[in-house]
């Protein structure tokens, strides 16, 4: 079993950043993937980027701006956003994947103002 805990989310206006941070319970050496994912109000919870091993996938409208990226010896998944835009606005939460398992942090939000 995996805790996943979030912080990081701010307000911000559009333009600037924030990083997320994604802190696993134990070692994530093991977990298949790790991802971020983000729910708007009244929409679905999208997904935003994965990180497999050391292979990453950003979903087209992050792509060039936000970057994924692990600290194995913290146990820890961030979560770089750049260039931040009101669209971005959402509760972001972690995912981990392993061993046929699923985990789901609380989640974190995010606001970005015009």
């Known amino acids: 079993q995996v805790q996943l805990v979030e912080s990081g989310g701010d307000l911000v206006q559009a333009g600037g950043s924030l990083r997320l941070s994604c802190a696993a319970s134990?070692?994530?050496?093991?977990?298949?993937?790790m991802g971020w994912y983000r729910q708007a109000p009244g929409k679905q919870r999208d997904w935003v980027a994965i990180?497999?091993?050391?292979?990453?996938t950003y979903a087209d409208s992050v792509k060039g701006r936000f970057t994924i990226s692990r600290d194995n010896a913290k146990n820890t998944v961030y979560l770089q956003m750049n260039s931040l835009k009101p669209e971005d606005t959402g509760v972001y939460y972690c995912?981990?994947?392993?061993?046929?398992?699923?985990?789901w942090g609380q989640g974190t939000q995010v606001t970005v103002s015009s």
């Open positions: 134990r070692s994530i050496l093991s977990i298949n993937a």
């Open positions: 990180i497999a091993r050391e292979t990453t």
């Open positions: 995912k981990a994947e392993t061993a046929g398992w699923t985990y």
